[in-house]
């Protein structure tokens, strides 16, 4: 059973629709994180929080809004989103944001199809 | 700059076989850790190890194996006597402490084991 949970693990949205990813860590951490992983790419590091702040946005279009509640959870907002951002979203969380060496664990994804 | 390198995409053996994946990387840090994450088709991203630069014993976990050499900046994987269960997606990662604890992922090997 892994200690980082998301929902739902698969989502087909319309390019005019809203919905939101929603994911939970139970493993006591205060940083969380959002990757993105298409099709023959990289891992990409989307956003950073700790602590419930925002420490990093790696230049991700406002199309795609996170929110940090509080240490366990934390959900990405996606609107008028574009084909191109089909992919598998990733939540992560580690000990502490901004530190060599935390490991970083990860859940199963969200695979997210935009059409 | 730091990167990280899998050459491999592709790995196909049959069952019982040993099988090394390879991992190079680049960085100017003098402090940073390694680690090797795990894919099955499920999508979630399991931890498997982590490394710190001044530690170069090699690490051997059950089945697998780890062999960090800083003089060929290699980080290699080995899984022996290799079972249909290690079927998955392999990425090698580096984080440094200079850029705060930031995944920087290899391209993944693919590795696929045969009954």
């Known amino acids: 059973e892994t200690g980082v949970t998301q929902t739902p693990r698969h989502l087909v949205m319309g390019m005019t629709n809203k919905k939101s990813l929603k994911c939970e860590q139970h493993?006591?951490?205060?940083?969380m994180y959002w990757y993105k992983q298409s099709a023959k790419k990289p891992l990409e590091l989307m956003f950073v929080?700790?602590?419930?702040?925002?420490?990093e946005n790696n230049s991700v279009p406002s199309r795609f809004s996170p929110e940090c509640p509080n240490s366990s959870h934390l959900f990405l907002h996606l609107h008028t989103l574009q084909p191109e951002d089909s992919a598998l979203y990733l939540c992560a969380s580690s000990p502490l944001g901004g530190v060599s060496g935390n490991t970083i664990y990860f859940g199963e994804g969200s695979w997210l199809t935009v059409v | 700059a730091q990167k990280v390198t899998q050459a491999q995409t592709e790995i196909s053996v049959v069952e019982k076989e040993d099988v090394t994946l390879d991992c190079v990387y680049e960085?100017?840090?003098?402090?940073?850790?390694l680690f090797w994450y795990k894919q099955p088709p499920s999508g979630e991203l399991v931890f498997l190890i982590r490394?710190?630069?001044?530690?170069?014993q090699n690490e051997i976990s059950g089945r697998y194996s780890w062999n960090f050499q800083k003089s060929t900046s290699s980080f290699n994987f080995t899984i022996t006597a290799s079972q249909v269960v290690d079927s998955a997606v392999y990425f090698c990662?580096?984080?440094?402490?200079?850029?705060?604890?930031?995944?920087?992922f290899g391209q993944g090997t693919e590795l696929s084991v045969k009954p």
């Open positions: 960085t100017r840090d003098t402090t940073y850790y």
């Open positions: 990662a580096l984080s440094e402490a200079q850029t705060g604890g930031k995944l920087i």
């Open positions: 929080y700790n602590f419930k702040e925002q420490t």
């Open positions: 490394r710190n630069s001044f530690d170069e």
């Open positions: 493993l006591g951490h205060n940083a």
